[in-house]
């Protein structure tokens, strides 16, 4: 009896360290799923600098391409960024004599399955022509390529070119058939607002990762990462161990898969061990283990729920200073850009590239307003916030404006409609929930306004799939943020500008929701009355509020 006893506490003792490790394993998991997406999407962001450089200039040239790329820097994983021209067909000639006058030696070609060069075919409608690469050195033969000739890249570079956002390539495979690099694709746009080119970035994924996620998270795991798009062959299934979890980006599926850095052995060994024991000294061992158990249990619990918190403020940290570092880089390129160029650059090239450093310390700016509105959400700290009658299309634009200029697109507004609240406030929602839908969504991004009695509601869309059903109230809810990777693609900044922003809009008397069947955002104010607005100058009135 006292033997089936201790039999059954070593189990029990194991199969708890199996269902402890599998909860760090879970929770890890999380970050590590998160860091994929946040990685990709801060190398999107150096390429949408990039794309902005051209957008302010009418010529650029090799040196300060490279100057540029210099100062913005590649993440450890990024193993190049290139430009790569638009060019349609009867204007190759003349794009390759211009292109000679600064390297006399272009020459363009095509490329093999195996990325080998061969003769271009002209009969092509247009070309995509590696005209820039840093680095120059290691990537010099690709110069001149037309990137469309090679299947690997085909399929992503067309809906860039057809959408105009984001897309991903399949991995490469490698000489060991293990998966390769991916190549990343952000649209350049010229300051007629016509598509001129692509960006791209190649990617070596693993390492990616490895340097983006958090050293606190790798100590005690294993991981793997995979992609599992339809048109890729079959993954290796995940150890029963793993945790496993997709994520979707930039039009790619990926699956993490993240698994106890050492396996846990099996109870049952140690179970055939401890039969042999003698009756007195089994019963010595459940009296003391039972009673030592016992003790230290409060204890246990005391500490895992101080570690839980030190890893949150650890991926606190993480986050933050990830998405502080983005826009900030790109303020110190185009600060360099306009130093080391003064005396070329025209004014409106001046005044161009100040606008986009301009642009991206407004960035900075907002995610300090939201890191610090979460701070006092977590605290519970009270928020003051004023009562004024807007004119809330006004404030829609005055958003649109500043967004449309770093986005690189348009948002088509309509409606009107009058609220009572706090303009700083809401221009903060607007500006998370509308920037939500140009990351996250597809082009166009629409803003629709109208009032009742009661409500002013401003609806926010885009052509997007829109959200998961199991996501409608968790993205509003900064505790569930960990686990939202699993079923859609939110950004740190969103994860934190979402909830602040559905708290922000309680304080002013209203909501933020999702609307399903639209799939469409809803923000809604208290409408302000036409007594309120008439007396208004400038679109602005305090409004006495107890």
């Known amino acids: 009896m006292c033997l089936s006893v201790v039999a059954a506490l070593v189990q029990w003792s194991v199969v708890r360290e199996r269902v402890r490790a599998e909860a760090v394993v879970a929770s890890q998991g999380g970050v590590v799923a998160d860091r994929w997406s946040d990685a990709l999407e801060r ?17 650029v040239t090799a040196a300060e ?25 009867e204007d190759l000639d003349e794009f390759v004599a211009g292109t000679r006058l600064e390297t006399p030696s272009y020459t363009v070609f095509a490329l093999d399955e195996r990325a080998e060069p061969r003769p271009l075919d002209r009969s092509a409608d247009h070309h995509l022509l590696v005209v820039y690469m840093e680095p ?27 959408t105009g956002s984001a897309t991903l390539t399949p991995p490469w495979p490698s000489s060991d058939g293990s998966e390769g690099v991916i190549a990343l694709f952000h649209p350049v746009y010229a300051m007629d607002g016509t598509l001129d080119g692509i960006v791209a970035g190649l990617i070596d994924p693993p390492v990616l990762l490895a340097a983006t996620v958090h050293s606190t998270s790798t100590s005690a795991i294993s991981w793997a990462i995979f992609d599992v798009g339809p048109d890729r062959p079959a993954a290796p299934v995940a150890a029963e161990t793993a945790w ?22 099996s109870p049952w060994p140690m179970e055939r061990a401890v039969g042999g024991a003698a009756g007195l000294l089994a019963s010595l061992a459940i009296a003391i283990t039972v009673y030592v158990a016992f003790q230290r249990a409060y204890a246990r619990r005391e500490n895992a729920r101080l570690a839980t918190l030190g890893e949150q403020k650890d991926m606190f940290l993480a986050a933050v200073s990830h998405e502080l570092r983005t826009p900030l880089t790109a303020v110190v390129g185009f600060i360099h850009e306009i130093s080391d160029r003064w005396d070329v650059l025209d004014p409106d090239e001046r005044a161009d590239l100040l606008n986009l450093a301009g642009d ?40 649109a404006r500043r967004l449309a200029r770093a986005r690189g697109s348009g948002v088509e507004i309509d409606g009107e409609g009058w609220a009572l609240g706090d303009r700083v406030r ?16 597809s082009a166009p991004v629409t803003v629709s306004v109208e009032s009742d009695a009661a409500w002013c509601t401003v609806w926010v869309g885009d052509a997007g799939d829109g959200v998961p059903e199991c996501c409608h109230q968790a993205i509003f809810d900064s505790s569930s ?8 693609r939110v950004s740190n900044s969103n994860r934190l500008g979402l909830p602040v922003s559905a708290y922000l809009a309680g304080l002013m008397g209203g909501d933020l929701g999702y609307d399903a069947d639209s799939r469409r ?12 607005r008439s007396s208004v100058q400038g679109g602005v009135r305090d409004i006495l509020v107890s």
Do not use: C
């Not at 900075?364 to 701070?375: E, K, N, Q, S, T």
């Open 360 to 399: 991206e310390a407004a960035e900075m700016a907002a995610l300090v307003d939201d890191l610090l509105v979460g701070a006092r959400l977590e605290t519970g700290n009270p928020l003051a916030v004023t009562a004024n009658s807007l004119d809330v299309v006004d404030e829609v634009r005055w958003v």
């Open 521 to 532: 955002f809803r923000f809604r104010l208290p409408v302000a009355e036409a007594t309120e």
């Open 43 to 59: 190398v999107e962001n150096r390429l949408e600098s990039v794309g902005a450089l051209f957008r302010s200039s009418d010529f």
């Open 244 to 265: 496993s979890r997709t994520v979707q980006t930039a039009g790619r599926v990926w699956r993490v898969d993240v698994a106890p850095a050492v396996t846990m052995t």
């Open 65 to 89: 391409f490279g100057t540029f790329v210099g100062d913005i820097g590649l993440d450890e994983g990024m193993r190049s960024i290139a430009y790569i021209a638009l060019v349609a067909a």
């Open 426 to 441: 809401i221009r903060q929602i607007l500006r998370n929930v509308i920037d939500n839908a140009f990351k996250h969504g």
């Open 481 to 488: 943020s960990a686990g939202l990777h699993d079923h859609v």
């Open 136 to 162: 120059a050195k290691e990537f010099s033969a690709l110069i001149g390529a037309d990137t469309l000739t090679l299947p690997w890249l085909q399929d992503a570079m067309e809906r860039t070119l057809t």
